[in-house]
């Protein structure tokens, strides 16, 4: 795959699968299944039709492993990025000492709704037939801030420093486009020595406070994308913050402070294949972040809908091999949108604490879940054609879910008084797992009916208000409901422990 071609990045849509839940009926003690035999053919079709759900349900959501393909880099070397961002560009300590500084550059920048910004870093392809050329070593950082005493105008600005008069790079700036392109050579040919040839790129994109662009774009192969705390800029249409072997950095939120800077963009997405993506990051009408290894470590601030043409807030956050760690501020005042949120994994774990609304799913492979969740509900909930719909499933990850009480948008305040009627009574609601155990705790204002089976695991369903009744046979069922709510609760495994309490916060799961 060429270094111009996308990564893979995980599906948006198809949050929910099919249903595959397999109704088993037993009446009577003569209908019950009998045999030893019977009980393995059981659990082996129990165990196939999960496996095939989960990996129907992994496959209609993006995952694809084992077709991550970096060939077009592989042979470089990798070079970590400065991060002195005041400081001269420098070579990393294990570079060739002789270092040679290129001529700065600048561009003058125009910024308006009417007007991109555009950084892209690519790589000249290898001759395959050339064995004599050495690769070259690239670091740097595309660094977006806020203008300062020494630069009052906007800009973007490259300064370059390498360790060999021999290596050069093309620079192509498009003034009517605002684009800025940058080929970087493969390699060295005849190189010798054996501390390799290295550059180190800075690319500064200064932006006074206050800015505007239409859309603005960062994709790089080498070098970091990095977001420094005092910038302020409004994007109005879409961010894009692309580096295939380096991180994505923005600053992160300490405390009750104000935000680290702005960055207010209707959609932003970020993506790496080998990089992390850590910070704080705004969230208006998307979000969406995704790495095929590295982890994604951030805080989410959520947004009042943009003035115009109001949209759900989506947040889509996946990896394929990386750890996912997506935190959002619950406790206090959450904006009244509708939350849509879709995160995943591979076989990293995942933890969140997010606001969710019409639609929320969450999946991995063989990483673990542990969720906190706040539903921020409206009136026309009560609706079962409108009704919120939430779903988890691994195959051997284990699953911890924290429903919160919901958040109701009349009054934006976590009580059944704000709407006249019982909070979260028509949650459609289903967990599953293969392996995994399943640890589920659902606030006292849930009412509705739930239904659990599983094969070889263990089962707990308990609560005030919550009655139940065991159903005999392969696979064991329990069935039950709490209140008068239209809410659907669904919990499966095959070997897997079942553990569901309803209200009651002294009581542990």
Not at 247 to 264: D, F, H, I, M
Request: aromatic share 6%.
């Amino acid at each position: 795959m060429s270094v111009n071609e996308k990564q893979p990045v995980l599906s948006d849509n198809a949050l929910y699968s099919a249903r595959d839940e397999v109704e088993y009926q037993h009446e009577g003690r003569d209908r019950r299944p009998k045999g030893r035999a019977f009980y393995l053919v059981g659990g082996f079709v129990m165990t196939i039709l999960l496996f095939v759900a989960c990996g129907h349900w992994m496959s209609i959501n993006g995952f694809q492993f084992g077709h991550l393909d970096l060939s077009d880099i592989v042979n470089q070397e990798m070079r970590p990025a400065t991060t002195s961002y005041d400081d001269s560009v420098r070579l990393p300590n294990y570079c060739r000492n002789t270092p040679q500084r290129l001529p700065s550059t600048s561009q003058a920048l125009t910024m308006s709704s009417g007007h991109n910004i555009t950084i892209v870093q690519r790589v000249e392809m290898p001759d395959p037939h050339d064995k004599d050329m050495r690769p070259l070593g690239v670091s740097g950082a595309i660094i977006f801030r806020q203008t300062d005493g020494d630069h009052h105008a906007d800009e973007v600005e490259i300064e370059t420093i390498v360790n060999d008069e021999s290596i050069q790079f093309n620079s192509d700036w498009d003034a009517a486009a605002q684009r800025l392109t940058l080929v970087m050579p493969h390699g060295v040919k005849g190189w010798r020595d054996n501390l390799g040839p290295c550059m180190d790129i800075r690319v500064t994109v200064w932006i006074a406070p206050g800015s505007t662009v239409a859309q603005l774009t960062a994709d790089t192969v080498h070098l970091s994308i990095d977001i420094l705390e005092d910038l302020d800029l409004q994007v109005d249409d879409r961010t894009t913050l692309k580096t295939v072997v380096r991180n994505v950095n923005a600053p992160e939120k300490k405390g009750s402070r104000q935000t680290p800077y702005s960055l207010a963009s209707r959609e932003i997405e970020i993506e790496t294949s080998s990089g992390q993506v850590k910070g704080w990051y705004p969230l208006y009408d998307l979000l969406k972040i995704h790495t095929a290894s590295g982890d994604i470590t951030t805080c989410v601030g959520q947004n009042d809908a943009w003035g115009s043409d109001p949209k759900p807030a989506v947040l889509n956050v996946s990896s394929i091999s990386g750890t996912v760690v997506v935190k959002e501020e619950l406790d206090t005042d959450v904006p009244d949108r509708d939350y849509v949120v879709s995160m995943r994994s591979g076989s990293g774990s995942l933890s969140g604490d997010v606001a969710i609304s019409s639609r929320a799913s969450f999946g991995s492979v063989s990483g673990s879940l542990d969720l906190t969740l706040l539903p921020v509900l409206e009136r026309t909930t009560a609706m079962a054609e409108l009704a919120p719909k939430l779903a988890t499933l691994t195959r051997s990850g284990s699953v911890k879910v924290n429903l919160l009480e919901p958040l109701w948008t009349d009054g934006a305040r976590r009580s059944a008084e704000a709407v006249g009627v019982t909070p979260l009574s028509h949650l459609q609601s289903e967990h599953k797992s293969i392996s995994g155990d399943i640890d589920l705790y659902y606030p006292a204002s849930w009412t509705g009916d739930f239904r659990a089976q599983t094969m070889t695991g263990s089962q707990r369903f308990r609560g005030d208000g919550l009655h139940t009744r065991k159903q005999g046979g392969i696979p064991k069922v329990v069935v039950g409901h709490k209140g008068e709510g239209a809410s659907q609760l669904t919990v499966e495994t095959v070997t897997g422990r079942e553990d569901f309490l309803v209200g009651r916060e002294d009581w542990e799961l």
